[in-house]
C-alpha cells in the first residue's frame, strides 16, 4: 500500500523558514508529478506549488520568489524550501504525488496524499 509521509512543519517567527519533506514508501513503479497543497481553517485548499519529473516547476503567486520545491527521485522525496515566512503561509500542508502502480499485466495510476503537517508563523 502506497504512503506519503510529510516532516518539517512547526512553529517559527515571521521572517525565518522552514523545510518541508514528503517521502513516498510502498510498491511504487514510478512517481510522475509532485505538489504541495495547503488549508486554513476555514478555507478551501489551495495549490501551493508543482513540480514535474523533469524538474519542471510551477508556484502560486502568494509564494513565489520567497518558496522551492524540489524533488529527489531516487528517494521518493518532494521538499518545500520555505523563506520569509508570513503569518498568512499559516496552514496544514499536504504533499500530493501521481504514482503510477505497476504489475506483470496492468498500470494503474492515481493521486496520493499524504496526512499533513501543520506550519504556524506568529507575527
Known amino acids: 500500500q502506497v504512503q506519503l509521509v510529510e516532516s518539517g512543519g512547526g512553529l517559527v517567527q515571521a521572517g525565518g523558514s522552514l523545510r518541508l519533506s514528503c517521502a513516498a514508501s510502498?510498491?511504487?513503479?514510478?512517481?510522475?508529478?509532485m505538489c504541495w497543497y495547503r488549508q486554513a481553517p476555514g478555507k478551501q485548499r489551495e495549490l501551493v506549488s508543482t513540480i514535474g519529473r523533469g524538474g519542471s516547476t510551477n508556484y502560486a503567486d502568494s509564494v513565489k520568489g520567497r518558496f522551492t520545491i524540489s524533488r529527489d527521485n531516487a528517494k521518493k522525496t518532494v521538499y518545500l524550501q520555505m523563506n520569509s515566512l508570513k503569518p498568512e503561509d499559516t496552514a496544514v500542508y499536504y504533499c500530493?504525488?501521481?504514482?503510477?502502480?505497476?504489475?506483470?499485466?496492468?498500470?494503474?495510476?492515481?493521486?496520493?496524499w499524504g496526512q499533513g503537517t501543520q506550519v504556524t508563523v506568529s507575527s
Open positions: 510502498g510498491s511504487i513503479f514510478s512517481i510522475n508529478g
Open positions: 500530493n504525488a501521481d504514482i503510477v502502480l505497476a504489475t506483470v499485466t496492468s498500470t494503474t495510476t492515481r493521486a496520493y
